[in-house]
């Protein structure tokens, strides 16, 4: 499972990207061609100012002699680089360096020509093995050329091509392949031109060993470059491999176990301490799927006190239709149908509201939020609330200042329409209810008070329960359990808060908190 993870699909394209970098320095050598042929040009530019000196030379002697031709190659005492040669009109050899001896050709460190070759860069094992893709391509594009080798060696008449344009009065060059070591040969031949005409020519030629030479050390060090690269690029693949690529395996095999055949959660994601995107997802799954884990519990929660919640009323209307059977009063029959119509009232009530709330959990998401102003809809709330009261209740509205709110208008009237239908529950007669709204901080607070007798502690935690419901002997009408239920769920949905708390002078204040947002007229 291991070597899977780390050679899984996102593992071979991180390599494939590393390795693809390693193609950066080895495009290096493409451009080598480009940097061989202008040190090839530059060596025949200097073959050619080497030729036409001696030619200039050999013209103001008026015809060609080749005894002071002779004298001059001897004169140059080998400081030349090329092989020259001296012709007449007829192609014959009339004087050669190469004929004056060997020229001694020290290396950088002084070493002797002998020593120095047995050290060549080409015969090195990494340039054997960096080159081995390339002698592999060249034998896939048939035979090499054969080497021709100096085409004039011991002949005593020069009768190539540049021999021929030179003495036809034009300059004439060739390139021939060398048989040592794959370097080339440039010819370049001069005429030499007397007030005759054309007398001979001057013959230069040098091979381009020592620039391959030069291009066998550079290309070493662009395969040490490669190779570099290409261990590095393996490194980083297997790095990543072990670093991305096995936690997201893991993480793959943590969401296909944390569900059983029937959908049920059997555990969550670990957070992770990791200080990267790796770590920030798993933490994020963490997040989500303990919020899944809450919300199946709430909702199966939920289920459990619906089906509580339906219990009493419908063994208060079994037992009630039961009596009404029995009994021949028409008095106590009337008052058994009376307890089954009480109870039927309170299940429609109490289906109601059930739907109401698993509405509001569905929609609250989807629902556009608008800028509401609570001056605008506070006063129509306490209004219809007002209308509503029979037992000469009081409610009093005390807005400081206009304070701006993002949140669904409906839904916020919802809210407060409930808050204040609790207080009234819980005022007695004549009694009175204050809401007040204002602004605290980057909050909006609004507040609804009564002057009942408020929560006991124990219950202040539970008040916002579903279907949790105190109601103190003698108090308010029937009541469901789940307005406060809703106003919680529709504050947290807009991203405000809500709390109940008891006041030292009697009674219970409910506060809710949204967040201010920007006037829009301002």
Known sequence: MRVRSVLS????????????????????????????????????????????LLAAALSVRGSLDPDVARRMLVQLGQRHEARLRVVDREGRLLADSAALGPRREPTARGEEPAAAASAEPQDSFLYRLGAAPFRLLRSLGGPPAPAQGDIYDGAGRLTGREVADALAGRYGAATRLSPDRGSMTLYCAIPVR???GIEGAVLVSQSTYRILRALYAVRIGVFKVV????????????????????????????AGEILDRRGRLLGGFRPSGRRDEIGDLERALAELTARLERHLRQMESFADDVSHEFKNPLASISSATELALDVDDPAERRRFLEVVRREVGHMERLLTEVREISHIDAQLEGEEPEVVRLATILPGVVEAARLRVADGAKIELDLHGNPVVVASPDRLVQVFENLIDNALGFSPPAGTVEVTADVAG?????????????????HLGRVFDRFFSYRPEGGARSHTGLGLAIVRSVVESCGGSVSAANRPEGGAIFEVRLPLAADPSS
């Open 9 to 52: 699909r996102l593992a071979v394209r991180l390599m494939a990207f590393n390795i693809l970098l390693v193609f950066l320095p080895a495009a290096g050598v493409l451009f080598l061609g480009t940097y061989e042929r202008h040190m090839v040009e530059a060596q025949e530019r200097t073959m050619v100012q080497e030729g036409r």
């Open 194 to 196: 007397t007030g005759q």
């Open 227 to 254: 190779l570099a690269s290409l261990a590095v690029a393996v490194l980083l693949s297997l790095v990543a491999g072990t670093t991305v690529v096995r936690p997201l395996a893991r993480l793959r095999r943590r």
């Open 442 to 458: 980057s909050d909006a607070v609004v507040t609804v008070t009564d002057a009942g007798p408020g929560v006991p502690a124990e």
